[in-house]
């Protein structure tokens, strides 16, 4: 989806912007309990990126750090009970002209995504996503201003708003899930690439002064990334060739922290494929090789990097939806 900051409208495909909704519709509502006047408030979340934004290569003067110092966690809302309905938060909006690969009921063009931004709901503690479909040339009067939630939990569950710009892509499956003649011959051709490529010098994987062990995988993610940037630039399935990173529609599930796990239907049995995938970084420096040509000589640059400003479970949360038909429940995966 290429997400990058901009003010997209509401009739456009987006990430953080404003929905299509319909003027006579209830915008949707958490009614679960949990707290939720605790966090942050959803107006200091924007005020503190904007402060950090503006302040990109230089100190903060004291006039910037004094509006930061209110924008901390607390319990900002304490009038909220519990079981207080809550406007969820706009994350995503996809039009199907843009998006060719995005498939939902029958007739339907156009896809609401939100969520309630705290982590609190359900076995697993998480967000509680929500989907809507609709047909957009069914919606007349546009509802403004949009609800919004007061306080969120965590910083990282509120996106930016974002303009899209969608690739398609071709993807392969996941490696660990290929059958184990084709993870050989993957393997073989990976080798002999590295040896096309081997001059005796750079970071040797199985040196014992390179076995080091790594608090988090943010650590891991950069150490790869050195120890690429150190060798001459080389391909691998994985990393260029099998599952792109970043905000995507469609494609293969990446089990890169866990082992594979079945996301089956619970109501009818069937697989379901990724339909939305939310990352916390567009690209990890680890490979080029999905970085559109506009942003390489910015692949650094925090824009390109995180522009959606979103981080949940270590990194990715998947959205799938029943392939069978798609009024099924949606069910989320993390990794």
């Given amino acids: 989806m290429h997400p990058r900051p901009g003010t997209p409208k509401a009739d456009e495909s987006s990430v953080g912007g404003p929905l299509l909704w319909p003027a006579d519709e209830a915008w949707p509502v958490c009614t679960a309990v949990h707290p939720r006047g605790k966090g942050?408030?959803?107006?200091?979340?924007?005020?503190?990126?904007?402060?950090?934004?503006?302040?990109?290569?230089?100190?903060?003067?004291?006039?910037?750090?004094?509006?930061?110092?209110?924008t901390t966690r607390g319990r900002h809302a304490p009038e909220l009970r519990d079981d207080d309905p809550v406007p969820l938060l706009a994350v995503a909006q996809l039009r199907t002209r843009d998006v060719p690969d995005l498939v939902g009921p029958e007739g339907h063009d156009l896809l609401q995504v939100l969520w309630c931004p705290f982590e609190a709901h359900g076995p697993h503690r998480t967000i509680d996503v929500r989907l809507v479909w609709r047909r957009s040339a069914d919606v007349g009067a546009v509802l403004a201003p949009q609800p919004e939630p007061q306080v969120v939990g965590r910083e990282e569950c509120v996106p930016n708003a974002c303009?899209?710009?969608p690739e398609q892509v071709v993807e392969y499956e996941y490696l660990g899930l290929l059958d184990e003649e084709l993870q050989d011959a993957i393997d073989a051709w990976e080798e002999s690439l590295d040896d096309d490529d081997d001059d005796g010098e750079g970071y040797d994987a199985?040196?014992?002064?390179?076995?080091?062990?790594?608090?988090?995988?943010?650590?891991?993610?950069?150490?790869?990334?050195?120890?690429?940037?150190?060798?001459?630039?080389?391909?691998?399935?994985?990393?260029?060739?099998?599952?792109?990173?970043?905000?995507?529609?469609?494609g293969f599930a990446s089990w890169h922290l866990t082992d594979p796990a079945p996301v089956d239907c619970a109501s009818c049995g069937s697989p379901m494929p990724p339909l939305l995938t939310v990352a916390g970084v567009e690209c990890d420096g680890a490979s080029h090789s999905w970085?559109?040509?506009?942003?390489?000589?910015?692949?650094?640059d925090p824009r390109v990097i995180d522009p959606v400003g979103v981080r949940l479970g270590r990194g990715l949360l998947r959205v799938h939806t029943c392939p069978a038909d798609p009024d099924h429940p949606h069910r989320l995966s993390f990794q």
């Fill in 291 to 300: 970085i559109p040509v506009e942003d390489r000589d910015a692949a650094d």
């Fill in 40 to 70: 942050h408030r959803l107006s200091d979340v924007r005020l503190g990126r904007r402060v950090h934004d503006e302040a990109r290569g230089r100190a903060l003067t004291p006039q910037e750090l004094r509006l930061l110092e209110g």
């Fill in 206 to 250: 199985g040196d014992s002064d390179a076995l080091v062990s790594y608090a988090t995988y943010e650590e891991y993610e950069a150490s790869m990334a050195a120890a690429r940037a150190a060798e001459p630039e080389t391909v691998d399935y994985m990393s260029d060739l099998s599952i792109a990173p970043g905000w995507k529609v469609g």
């Fill in 163 to 165: 303009v899209v710009h």
